[in-house]
């Protein structure tokens, strides 16, 4: 039951050298000294990891550091801009996303095109993504990148640690190895790469940590999001809280009215059935299905509710501020079970966030004696193909050997 | 903001000579070659491992093993029943409970006395702990043990990584340090050892994890108990989830009834108003402060409802299917955020298992298309006292360089 520990020299190394980029990531440009300082290793042994990454063209020399120590000025190390790269995309219900992310976490390339992936086949969404995919790795291989592997994100629950979909309502997939299905060619596939998929809201959570601006560990949030349903994933301790089976986060299907309205997952009174999209549509005195056809792509409904809501709609209004309350129930519970240092509204809940936060805030005040702060994230809809592409970068810099120049 | 990792040769000396340890705690007497079998190390490296652990008097030889490996029978390799010991104690309302296991998790002495804790000043309660805490060391010094260490469960709020009572309604403490209240003379307390202090619902699921035969890692369960209130502890991938500030598991004040009762909490309608021994108690027809007076003690009010559950008394039998029903809406909420194995009924509420358990599982089936299975725990109503004493004795497995033969 003891957590895995490293066993040999090699492992001891490898750890080492996930500890030097880390730092150079973290930190911004390093000198060797500042690095050994922060890791707490002698600056000879730093040397020779700071050599072997080199050597692999993961980390550049920039000339002259800024180290602030006394003595011979220090060469800066920083990430490279060249080498391996992650790949992130994300399948969307109305949309299909591609992005490219350097070790040092810039975007390099990105392309997004709308898709009708609503009850789709998914040989051909799969077929589209792998080509946009070569599209994007073709683009940055142009500049020096190679894609380390690529993540994927989809609308739906993914079972721990496998590429297999359980349930994707609004795709229509059920229990579906998405593996097979991308082109046996698709950059990121390759040997040495790896294929990731997860849930959406797991991703932008994840970006959310990495990019959001958080204090250090140990942090914890609960991440709230949405594009259809009500999407939310938890971090504990600067960790994804992913359950025994891959299902973890499930917010929308907490009870909040519980002798209230059926929901499609079976259940009662689900927050779902009282801040999701529909729900919110529904209670504005909008028809959903049709709305939906009027106002199609990635977050057109939500636009519509937004500036409904800017322009003083009363009815937006105060389905919005219904739909906060609920979201204050529901959230009630999952501050008492996981005691995180913040909420955090994010997705397409962040850009409802000045009509949603007075009603939330107001039902964790009334219901909790200390309750935690709820922010608004600043990534916008793009936090899960962050997310995704960041999940393959973070993968090369904890494991440096498995990705050393090719 | 990667995971701590070792740096140096002294520190992955340490954690294989860990690895070692849990391999025999784990596997109970094994070879030196079943030892290397297990972690993944040269029998060589094993060897040398072990050799120091014998010094230490950590590990002891058995004579001939039953490796079942072909060639040279090894010499099996046991935990030593002497050498460093965890002392776990318990602060309840109603008492105060110590115990010693060795480092094989067998108890050696326990003691359990009545107390009037209910509103008390903390100083003579420490006090006489550290009393019985002496007793104690007393007894099992005589066998050749040592107190590597003092935890101690409370009925409240700690905060997380200190030992530090946020509050404790039942024992009426508030923002109360206990390590200044103990005996600078307490076994455990010296120079080496350590004082830990935590819930009893975190050492109570703690007891579960480790004593109650689940299935190797990642293990996730919801772990529910009560003494007054409804405590509960929640492990995610074979650890405990702490929370941000270490309040974690409150699952007694997840909204049930969202318009429902207040709470002394300040809440309204959370399950501790509907599935408390005080709840409970009224729903049945008694009134609960002179319950508690005729009936004081330990598991004294849960037993009685246990007995007259037992005669068939309609009121109780009545009172007992309405509080499982609110466990099932609360533990659905928990469910869909956290995604466990299992959930696990322990403490005084296992005891109450048979008249809970029918309308709690029609809760969760009515409302999780999946619901996991409830599990009744067979700890009983010790379990956070263990807990306390086991979790020294891991912390010894741990690090076993910092309690080598005194």
Partial sequence: ???????????????????????????????????????????????????????????????????????????????????????????????????????????????????????????????????????????????????????????????????????APNLGWTGLDLAPLLDADTPGLAPGAGFFLDNEA???????????????????FVHVSAEIGIGAAIVVDGALLRGTRGFAGELGHVPVRPEGRPCACGGIGCLEQYAGEEAVLRAAGFDPRVTAERHPGPGARIDLLAVRAEGGDRAVLRALAEAGTALGTALTGAVNLLDPRTVVLGGALARLAPWLLPSLEGELGRRLAGPPPVAVSRLGPDGPLLGAAHSVVRAVLDDPLAHRGA
Same sequence: chains 1, 2.
């Fill in 1 to 167: 039951m003891a957590a895995p520990a490293p066993t040999t020299q090699q492992e001891m190394r490898r750890r080492n050298l996930a500890r030097v980029l880390h730092a150079v990531s973290d930190g911004g440009p390093l000198s060797r000294a500042a690095v050994a300082a922060r890791i707490g290793l002698t600056r000879t042994s730093v040397s020779t990891l700071v050599d072997e990454l080199l050597g692999a063209g993961l980390l550049v020399e920039l000339g002259p550091g800024r180290s602030g120590t006394v003595g011979r000025p220090g060469t800066a190390l920083a990430l490279s801009d060249r080498g391996p790269c992650g790949i992130g995309a994300e399948i969307g219900v109305d949309h299909l996303a591609v992005c490219a992310v350097d070790l040092r976490g810039e975007v390099r390339a990105r392309i997004a095109v709308d898709a009708a992936n609503r009850d789709s086949d998914p040989r051909p969404v799969l077929r589209r993504l792998s080509s946009l995919v070569r599209e994007i790795a073709e683009v940055v291989e142009g500049a020096g990148l190679r894609p380390a592997g690529l993540a994927v994100a989809v609308p739906g629950l993914v079972a721990r640690g496998t590429t297999t979909v359980v349930q």
């Fill in 202 to 220: 797991n991703l932008g959570a994840l970006a959310e940590l990495w990019l959001g601006g958080h204090s250090p560990e140990p942090e914890g």
